[in-house]
T-cell receptor, first 113, second 112 residues
């Protein structure tokens, strides 16, 4: 049982480049989330999904897009990367929305130069 | 600013002693609180949660205390072990559909 798997684990982008982060979960969870974690700060919610085909904005959605075409996958896209998007990105999934234990992936460390 | 914060950014504890990690919150409407542990290079891992209709909840070697009067949350770890070294986050939620608001974290260091 792999849980939540994120790819890639590391990536360096040049300003203006685009990329997609992939999250896959094998727990049949309805709810999935993308967070970013910056030094000295807690996690901040970027976007989330309450089920296949749905997405919703979180606290810091600007500059990111997401898609949930399949229940087990949640993709996070950066259309035009900026240095301010240098961060560690975490995907998570849960059985219920927000008020419950979430299972996290190992993170993607993204550097935008 | 963030409604959830921590009193101590770093806590050093002797192995075998009990650890107490504190968290203050400012939103009196919050009704759900959760603690996560994050080891270096890994994603956060659920420890324990508590709802506002409770003031104490116990897990395996951990206890969470909630004091709504002073808007304070604490995580107690009994008989701290080297594997407890991590950053501990508290988070709050005002109810179903609302987003979790995370604190900045407390780093727990275990002294041999």
């Amino acid at each position: 049982n792999a849980g939540v798997t994120q790819t890639p684990k590391f990536r360096v982008l040049k300003t203006g480049q685009s990329m997609t982060l992939l999250c896959a979960q094998d727990m049949n969870h309805e709810y999935m989330y993308w967070y970013r974690q910056d030094p000295g700060m807690g996690l901040r919610l970027i976007h989330y999904s309450v089920g296949e085909g749905t997405t919703a904005k979180g606290e810091v959605p600007d500059g990111y897009n997401v898609s949930r075409l399949k229940k087990q996958n949640f993709l996070l896209g950066l259309e035009s990367a900026a240095p301010s998007q240098t961060s560690v990105y975490f995907c998570a999934s849960s059985e219920a929305l927000m008020n419950t234990e979430a299972f996290f992936g190992q993170g993607t460390r993204l550097t935008v130069v | 600013g963030e409604s959830v914060g921590l009193h101590l950014p770093t806590l050093s504890v002797q192995e075998g002693d009990n650890s107490i990690i504190n968290c203050a919150y400012s939103n009196s409407a919050s009704d759900y609180f959760i603690w996560y542990k994050q080891e270096s290079g890994k994603g956060p891992q659920f420890i324990i949660d508590i709802r506002s209709n409770m003031d104490k909840r116990q897990g395996q070697r951990v206890t969470v205390l909630l004091n709504k009067t002073v808007k304070h949350l604490s995580l107690q770890i009994a008989a701290t072990q080297p594997g407890d070294s991590a950053v501990y986050f508290c988070a709050e939620n005002m109810g179903r559909g609302y987003q979790l608001i995370w604190g900045a974290g407390t780093k727990l260091i275990i002294k041999p």
